[in-house]
């Protein structure tokens, strides 16, 4: 027995001694199983249509293969059969010459019958193969005659009525019209004013087909088209013949079927006399050409083949018989047939029948209609022209200031800002209570304050922000907006994307033992670093969980200091950092004062009255118009292509003409809301969302910039920034990130270090860049990109952020 292998003991079973292991010999069970499938595959195979008969071993390895599947087995063998079958029939098929006058229905190359005589296909090559290069006998050029594969149908699809098949649209028409003409009534002559009757060949002319009829006026009255030289002849004295209509021998010749186009050259000839050669002024054809196409003074063969043809055979095999030109100023075919249906229908026809020349635009008329043509109706919306920086200082209204909660993963930040709203009443009772009973209901209950802020159904799940979040409430005097960012390092570019928008920033830290040291080794230090270098200047510190700690003092002036020092090594200035201890879940010290007398050491303030002492931010309201575009959504059905953001700079109102870059399109402000409400303006610092029309979705994304006509942002490719570096810098691939902007570009030049207090070059040209020093760097991007100076950019590689800077 096999060393490997092992076989399944039951615990039931009382032998263990015994070594058969059952490999080799097959259970009789199994054996009765395949030799019934067996059965039921060959007797399947016998009874199909047609039969087909198979091995035993080739059975036996299908129903192995397939899993002993009976019916998969059965459509395997067929298929194999099958192109066994096919592959021994498979011979050099020898196919018989057909003579050019067993061509003989009009419109097909080859009769019903003939279709199986078709000739193998001809290869110039191999005709050519035993001749010279420009010296091939002259019995050897010819045209080279591609010929159909298949005769031709009836008009616009449909079976040939020969056939019994259904008539065609146009087929339909066509033998309408010509039923009108021969029925038509006799027209009085205006020279006579007596009534003429129809001749006998013009009866017989409206019953005959296309090619006929002109074969048969070509016999009345000759042309001297050149097209139709083949056909015939004018007489020497350049009047036309005029045929006899009371002799029988005048009587036009009425065409078969069977008529071949030597019969119709032969008749032509013999009734029309033959004119003086004339002089042919054109340039003899090259030498190349008379050897690929021949010429028209070559030699004839006696005997008739598809090499050899003139232009009668030719426009024959294709179908194209000698008509009049088409007369594109009347309708087309397609427009005959749609009128005729809508006119069945009783709708009026979309064209009229026919157009004269005059009423032709010019091309350039036709041009400027195709450039009018839109798929979108535009929408006018009138502007008020209002004076917006005037408006807004005479408005009365709350200071309008963000804030974005940063800290480690697990901090508590979701939750403080949670009981934040409830406490403030910015959230009703109602809400609360079914968050809480949902929370329940899946085992998290302490997460029912985090879901104020986090809504979508994965944070829910896994008990992590993804994405930032906003939320707004007022104080007496300060409408606040709460922009709650993810902790998680995986979501950086989305906590970069909500520090971009906050015009100061809470650091919310959790005191515990042990996750304390652990946020500050990780996300702790780099957030506060990123919300410092995307120009936050203000910064308060939430002490969190305190409760978790029984309120330790000495635990609060150790992290205090630590941070303290972390923070002011940052950049951020001593007076703008400020410590609060707090507890998310039970609320204290967060809108009210603590009650637990552990707490009695803190004389300072709760954690809303440091954010109402923040000094308003200012913006530049006099500056060209900045918008970056933080979403992209439908509003409403009224409102079906909205955009939300915040403004950095300048002011809109509605009815203004916005560019968005970098794709370059405009579009129209239909409305405005400013934090939620409608308004007629808005001016920088306000979150807004604008209901756009006139432009396609297809041009907005998240991070494109809004901007006026008069005063563009420019699309770069290449810049150089004064950075902050985090990590080692060296020419390298990085992400660029701006707000939600986030494109790849790569480090292609080390400039030059810098001193940080006053800026001046140290070293120019570096090899590296180590950690914390400034360094001018030039950055280049794939694409192009809306930027311009003095952006804050963010720099990252590998899931890292690397360095943080300014253009210039």
């Given at each position: 027995?096999?060393?490997?292998?092992?076989?399944?003991?039951?615990?039931?079973?009382?032998?263990?001694?015994?070594?058969?292991?059952?490999?080799?010999?097959?259970?009789?069970?199994?054996?009765?199983?395949?030799?019934?499938?067996?059965?039921?595959?060959?007797?399947?195979?016998?009874?199909?249509?047609?039969?087909?008969?198979?091995?035993?071993?080739?059975?036996?390895?299908?129903?192995?293969?397939?899993?002993?599947?009976?019916?998969?087995?059965?459509?395997?063998?067929?298929?194999?059969?099958?192109?066994?079958?096919?592959?021994?029939?498979?011979?050099?098929?020898?196919?018989?010459?057909?003579?050019?006058?067993?061509?003989?229905?009009?419109?097909?190359?080859?009769?019903?019958?003939?279709?199986?005589?078709?000739?193998?296909?001809?290869?110039?090559?191999?005709?050519?193969?035993?001749?010279?290069?420009?010296?091939?006998?002259?019995?050897?050029?010819?045209?080279?005659?591609?010929?159909?594969?298949?005769?031709?149908?009836?008009?616009?699809?449909?079976?040939?009525?020969?056939?019994?098949?259904?008539?065609?649209?146009?087929?339909?028409?066509?033998?309408?019209?010509?039923?009108?003409?021969?029925?038509?009534?006799?027209?009085?002559?205006?020279?006579?004013?007596?009534?003429?009757?129809?001749?006998?060949?013009?009866?017989?002319?409206?019953?005959?087909?296309?090619?006929?009829?002109?074969?048969?006026?070509?016999?009345?009255?000759?042309?001297?088209?050149?097209?139709?030289?083949?056909?015939?002849?004018?007489?020497?004295?350049?009047?036309?013949?005029?045929?006899?209509?009371?002799?029988?021998?005048?009587?036009?010749?009425?065409?078969?079927?069977?008529?071949?186009?030597?019969?119709?050259?032969?008749?032509?000839?013999?009734?029309?006399?033959?004119?003086?050669?004339?002089?042919?002024?054109?340039?003899?054809?090259s030498t190349f050409a008379v050897t690929i196409v021949g010429s028209d003074t070559r030699s004839k063969m006696t005997e008739p083949s598809h090499l050899y043809t003139n232009t009668l055979e030719l426009i024959k095999i294709y179908g194209q018989d000698l008509a009049e030109p088409f007369d594109f100023a009347g309708p087309?075919?397609?427009?005959?047939?749609?009128?005729?249906?809508?006119?069945?229908?009783?709708?009026?026809?979309?064209?009229?029948?026919?157009?004269?020349?005059?009423?032709?635009?010019?091309?350039?008329?036709?041009?400027?209609?195709?450039?009018?043509?839109?798929?979108i109706e535009k929408v006018n919306v009138k502007s008020k022209n209002l004076d917006v920086l005037s408006e807004y200082k005479k408005a009365k209204r709350k200071n309008a200031m963000n804030f974005v909660v940063i800290g480690h993963v697990d901090a508590g930040k979701s939750t403080l800002m949670g009981r934040l709203l409830?406490?403030?009443?910015?959230?009703?009772?109602?809400?609360?209570?079914?968050?809480?009973?949902?929370?329940?209901?899946?085992?998290?209950?302490?997460?029912?304050?985090?879901?104020?802020?986090?809504?979508?159904?994965?944070?829910?799940?896994?008990?992590?922000?993804?994405?930032?979040?906003?939320?707004?409430?007022?104080?007496?005097?300060?409408?606040?907006?709460?922009?709650?960012?993810?902790?998680?390092?995986?979501?950086?570019?989305?906590?970069?994307?909500?520090?971009?928008?906050?015009?100061?920033?809470?650091?919310?830290?959790?005191?515990?033992?042990?996750?304390?040291?652990?946020?500050?080794?990780?996300?702790?230090?780099?957030?506060?670093?990123?919300?410092?270098?995307?120009?936050?200047?203000?910064?308060?510190?939430?002490?969190?969980?305190?409760?978790?700690?029984?309120?330790?003092?000495?635990?609060?002036?150790?992290?205090?200091?630590?941070?303290?020092a972390f923070l002011t090594t940052a950049g951020f200035q001593a007076k703008n950092i400020s410590f609060v201890p707090c507890s998310g879940i039970s609320g204290d010290n967060i809108t009210r004062r603590s009650e637990d007398p552990n707490v009695s050491w803190y004389a300072g303030g709760t954690l809303v009255q440091e954010?109402?002492?923040?000094?308003?931010?200012?913006?530049?309201?006099?500056?060209?118009?900045?918008?970056?575009?933080?979403?992209?959504?439908?509003?409403?059905?009224?409102?079906?292509?909205?955009?939300?953001?915040?403004?950095?700079?300048?002011?809109?109102?509605?009815?203004?003409?916005?560019?968005?870059?970098?794709?370059?399109?405009?579009?129209?402000?239909?409305?405005?809301?400013?934090?939620?409400?409608?308004?007629?303006?808005?001016?920088?610092?306000?979150?807004?969302?604008?209901?756009?029309?006139?432009?396609?979705?297809?041009?907005?994304?998240?991070?494109?910039?809004?901007?006026?006509?008069?005063?563009?942002?420019?699309?770069?490719?290449?810049?150089?920034?004064?950075?902050?570096?985090?990590?080692?810098?060296?020419?390298?691939?990085?992400?660029?990130?701006?707000?939600?902007?986030?494109?790849?570009?790569?480090?292609?030049?080390?400039?030059?270090?810098?001193?940080?207090?006053?800026?001046?070059?140290?070293?120019?040209?570096?090899?590296?860049?180590?950690?914390?020093?400034?360094?001018?760097?030039?950055?280049?991007?794939?694409?192009?990109?809306?930027?311009?100076?003095?952006?804050?950019?963010?720099?990252?590689?590998?899931?890292?952020?690397?360095?943080?800077?300014?253009?210039?």
């Amino acid at each position: 027995m096999s060393r490997h292998r092992v076989k399944a003991v039951s615990y039931d079973e009382g032998d263990y001694d015994e070594y058969d292991d059952g490999y080799d010999s097959q259970d009789p069970e199994e054996k009765e199983f395949l030799e019934e499938c067996i059965r039921q595959v060959h007797s399947q195979l016998a009874a199909g249509i047609p039969s087909v008969s198979a091995s035993r071993e080739e059975v036996q390895e299908a129903l192995w293969h397939y899993y002993n599947d009976v019916e998969k087995s059965v459509n395997y063998l067929r298929g194999k059969k099958a192109k066994e079958a096919e592959t021994k029939k498979k011979k050099p098929a020898t196919v018989p010459t057909v003579k050019a006058k067993e061509i003989t229905v009009p419109g097909y190359l080859f009769p019903p019958a003939a279709i199986s005589l078709q000739p193998a296909h001809f290869s110039a090559s191999d005709f050519f193969r035993d001749s010279p290069w420009l010296n091939i006998p002259a019995h050897r050029k010819a045209d080279i005659v591609v010929e159909p594969l298949y005769p031709r149908l009836g008009l616009l699809g449909g079976a040939p009525e020969s056939a019994g098949g259904k008539m065609s649209k146009l087929a339909a028409l066509a033998a309408a019209r010509k039923k009108r003409e021969g029925d038509k009534a006799p027209t009085p002559s205006s020279a006579t004013g007596d009534n003429t009757q129809p001749s006998v060949g013009d009866s017989k002319e409206s019953s005959m087909s296309l090619r006929e009829r002109l074969v048969t006026r070509r016999a009345k009255q000759p042309d001297s088209s050149p097209s139709l030289r083949g056909l015939g002849k004018q007489p020497s004295s350049g009047q036309p013949v005029s045929p006899k209509k009371s002799s029988p021998e005048s009587t036009p010749p009425v065409l078969s079927p069977a008529t071949g186009l030597k019969d119709i050259a032969n008749i032509e000839h013999t009734e029309l006399k033959e004119e003086p050669p004339t002089v042919d002024i054109r340039a003899s054809p090259s030498t190349f050409a008379v050897t690929i196409v021949g010429s028209d003074t070559r030699s004839k063969m006696t005997e008739p083949s598809h090499l050899y043809t003139n232009t009668l055979e030719l426009i024959k095999i294709y179908g194209q018989d000698l008509a009049e030109p088409f007369d594109f100023a009347g309708p087309s075919p397609d427009d005959v047939v749609f009128n005729a249906q809508s006119s069945a229908k009783g709708f009026k026809s979309k064209q009229a029948a026919s157009k004269p020349q005059g009423d032709k635009k010019d091309q350039s008329g036709l041009a400027g209609d195709m450039g009018n043509l839109s798929v979108i109706e535009k929408v006018n919306v009138k502007s008020k022209n209002l004076d917006v920086l005037s408006e807004y200082k005479k408005a009365k209204r709350k200071n309008a200031m963000n804030f974005v909660v940063i800290g480690h993963v697990d901090a508590g930040k979701s939750t403080l800002m949670g009981r934040l709203l409830a406490d403030l009443e910015a959230v009703d009772q109602r809400t609360l209570d079914k968050y809480r009973r949902e929370a329940e209901k899946i085992g998290k209950g302490s997460f029912a304050l985090a879901w104020v802020l986090d809504q979508g159904s994965e944070e829910r799940a896994r008990g992590v922000t993804i994405d930032i979040a906003t939320s707004k409430f007022e104080t007496e005097n300060t409408v606040f907006t709460i922009v709650d960012s993810p902790g998680h390092r995986d979501f950086v570019p989305n906590m970069i994307a909500g520090a971009s928008q906050a015009d100061f920033a809470v650091l919310v830290i959790d005191s515990s033992i042990g996750n304390y040291e652990s946020g500050l080794k990780g996300q702790t230090k780099e957030h506060a670093l990123l919300v410092r270098s995307m120009g936050v200047q203000k910064i308060i510190v939430a002490v969190n969980k305190m409760d978790m700690v029984q309120w330790d003092k000495d635990r609060f002036e150790e992290i205090e200091q630590q941070v303290s020092a972390f923070l002011t090594t940052a950049g951020f200035q001593a007076k703008n950092i400020s410590f609060v201890p707090c507890s998310g879940i039970s609320g204290d010290n967060i809108t009210r004062r603590s009650e637990d007398p552990n707490v009695s050491w803190y004389a300072g303030g709760t954690l809303v009255q440091e954010l109402e002492a923040t000094e308003p931010y200012s913006h530049a309201l006099d500056k060209p118009l900045r918008m970056t575009i933080g979403d992209v959504f439908r509003g409403s059905i009224q409102h079906p292509l909205s955009i939300s953001g915040r403004i950095d700079a300048g002011s809109l109102q509605i009815g203004d003409q916005i560019y968005t870059m970098p794709s370059g399109e405009t579009a129209t402000i239909r409305s405005l809301e400013v934090d939620g409400e409608l308004n007629e303006w808005a001016v920088a610092g306000q979150n807004v969302v604008l209901n756009l029309a006139n432009i396609d979705p297809i041009h907005l994304r998240s991070g494109d910039v809004v901007c006026h006509a008069s005063a563009p942002i420019t699309n770069i490719s290449s810049f150089t920034c004064k950075v902050l570096a985090f990590d080692h810098l060296l020419p390298s691939m990085v992400d660029v990130h701006r707000g939600r902007l986030h494109v790849p570009g790569r480090i292609s030049r080390l400039v030059a270090t810098l001193d940080k207090g006053s800026g001046n070059v140290l070293k120019k040209k570096p090899k590296i860049v180590p950690p914390g020093a400034v360094a001018r760097v030039v950055v280049e991007m794939d694409h192009a990109v809306p930027l311009e100076a003095p952006t804050r950019i963010v720099l990252r590689a590998g899931g890292d952020t690397i360095a943080a800077g300014l253009l210039e």
